[in-house]
Structures are given as structure tokens and as C-alpha cells.
């Protein structure tokens, strides 16, 4: 029971970090010139973590009991580094 709640609770903050990272994907299309080149090494790094973030939550997702924990206390410490990447360039902006 403990594990289903672990996989909602990691669905949940997979869904509300790529929502996120949509709405500033759209709002760096839309940013000044002369802004562009941080923005768009920005936005690069942040790929990079949710192509990270995306993996480990799929690992998570297929492997059974034995080795879900270990794949959840990864997949959690992805998840937040991405978060704090996603504020960092919410601040740039």
C-alpha cells in the first residue's frame, strides 16, 4: 500500500514539475532579445534535468518491490533538484 502511495505521490510531482516547466518553456519563447541567450542556456540545462527526472520516474515505474525504494529515494532527489532548477530560472525571468 506504502509503495502505491509512493508512485501517486511521485505521478503527482512528475505532473506538477512538467506543468511548471511548460508554462516557462512559453514564457522564454516570448522573452526579450536580449535575454535570449541566458534564457535559451537556461531552458537547456532544465531539458537536461527533466530528460534526467523522466528516466529515473520511468525506472521507478517498471521495476518491481525489490528495488522500488531504492529507484523512489532517486527519483525524489531528481525531482526536487529539478524543482530548484525550475525557481532558479522562474527568478531570472
Known sequence: MANLKNKEQAKQRVDE???EFEKLKAKARNA??????EIEDNMRELE???RDLRE???RMDN??????EEFSKEFFTSAEAFSNSLESAKRKF
Open 17 to 19: 514539475l512538467l506543468t
Open 32 to 37: 526579450q532579445s536580449e535575454r535570449k541567450k
Open 48 to 50: 537536461l534535468a527533466e
Open 56 to 58: 529515473k520516474y520511468d
Open 63 to 68: 521495476f518491481g518491490q525489490t528495488t522500488l
